[in-house]
């Protein structure tokens, strides 16, 4: 996963998020995003489409880790100190759309979800779980 300055790297500035303004940062604390600069920004090279600005819940870690991708534990070889219920990460998209299935979605903070979360959640499904109507 590309880190820091990039020449890929997209400026928060041009970014529309899925409310149709700019993009606002998602988290600093933890650093989230594709590039680890703390917007949900994508490129082409982000084939998850890390995308959604979540709001982690005890109940959706568990259920990331039970599918195969676990957020919460610690990864200090990686630099990644593991989420906890209430920190803000940029979720690939699909997952998103994944745990709303079933029943498990997190919260989501719209004006920090990046209009590429689009192509894989409805804007109505989004809605009904922001922080930020």
């Known amino acids: 996963m590309p880190r820091g300055d990039d020449d890929r790297m997209p400026r928060r500035g041009g970014a529309r998020n899925v409310l149709g303004g700019q993009l606002q ?10 590039f680890r600069n703390g917007c949900c920004h994508t490129v082409p090279q982000d084939v998850g489409s890390h995308t959604v600005c ?8 568990a259920f990331s880790k039970e599918t195969g991708n676990d ?38 903070a719209l004006r920090a979800t990046h209009e590429e ?17």
């Open 25 to 34: 940062i998602c988290s600093v604390a933890p650093m989230t995003g594709f």
């Open 54 to 61: 979540a709001v982690m819940t005890d109940e959706f870690l």
């Open 71 to 108: 957020l919460s534990t610690p990864m200090p070889e990686y630099g990644f100190e593991g989420l906890k219920a209430g920190d803000r990460w940029c979720l690939c998209a699909p997952r998103w759309q994944e745990a709303l299935a079933a029943g498990k979605a997190p919260k989501v």
């Open 117 to 133: 979360a689009l192509r894989h959640c409805s804007l109505s499904d989004l809605t009904r779980h922001a922080i930020d109507p």
